[in-house]
């Protein structure tokens, strides 16, 4: 072997402590064998160490994990904003009616449970009234003049083109009343590609109501 292939075929150790890294992914623990199982179906050595590189590369979002970056997303959202608190009778505890949340997609799909876990973590009302579809937004809205916040949870933004077509949508159909009634709209999500990042910053900038990034 030259000292490419061997240096690149000494990965035990590695493997071992890239799976330790990791904890539970959906509730299972990833394993040596796993790994070794996965790397096994590449030629080489060299061709292995070059894939395990990009395993090193990846990160997996743990609810725990989740749960802390919603906390992090609702400190951001609350700058600037004058909050209306009210109190639950049932368990003493205070809840933000004024925020509304939503996510560009269907509440029945992945996106409702972020949004369900986004309002426990951060105190924010779970009625019907602040957690909706998209296309009931506009409603809302008008409906309910103390809304100072609308902010979608995302997963994730990949190439940012389904944010950008749906801001667009939501300023055609309620961008003036956004607009006129101050709320502001916070895009969030849990993790995301800069570039995509930056393709939503950009389109942003042509809307007529005041838009946040924030991944």
């Given amino acids: 072997l030259n000292q490419r292939e061997s240096q690149a075929l000494d990965l035990e150790s590695e493997i071992t402590t890239l799976c330790n890294s990791w904890g539970l992914y959906r509730g299972a623990t990833v ?11 590449f030629e080489n050595n060299t061709e292995k160490r070059l894939m395990f590189s990009l395993l090193k590369n990846i990160r997996f979002y743990s609810e725990v994990k989740i749960r802390e970056k919603l906390q992090v997303i609702h400190n951001h959202v609350k700058r600037g904003l004058v909050q209306e608190i009210k109190q639950v009778k049932a368990d003493y505890e205070r809840v933000n009616k004024n925020i509304l949340l939503s996510a560009f997609g269907q509440l029945s799909k992945s996106g ?76 969030s999500a849990i993790c995301g590609f ?13 809307l007529p109501f005041l838009v946040e990034v924030y991944v």
């Avoid at 369900?116 to 105190?123: D, F, I, P």
């Fill in 31 to 41: 394993t040596t064998i796993h790994v070794r199982s996965w790397l096994d179906q």
């Fill in 112 to 187: 409702a449970s972020y949004l369900r876990m986004y309002a426990t973590e951060n105190k924010i009302s779970r009625a019907s009234s602040n957690i909706v579809d998209f296309d009931k937004i506009h409603s809302v809205i008008k409906k309910n003049k103390r809304i100072t916040a609308l902010v979608f949870v995302e997963d994730i933004i990949a190439s940012g083109g389904t944010a950008t077509e749906m801001l667009q949508s939501l300023s055609q159909s309620c961008g003036e009343l956004l607009a006129s009634q101050r709320v502001k709209v916070v895009v």
């Fill in 194 to 206: 800069q570039e995509g990042i930056e393709y939503v910053e950009s389109a942003i900038k042509e």
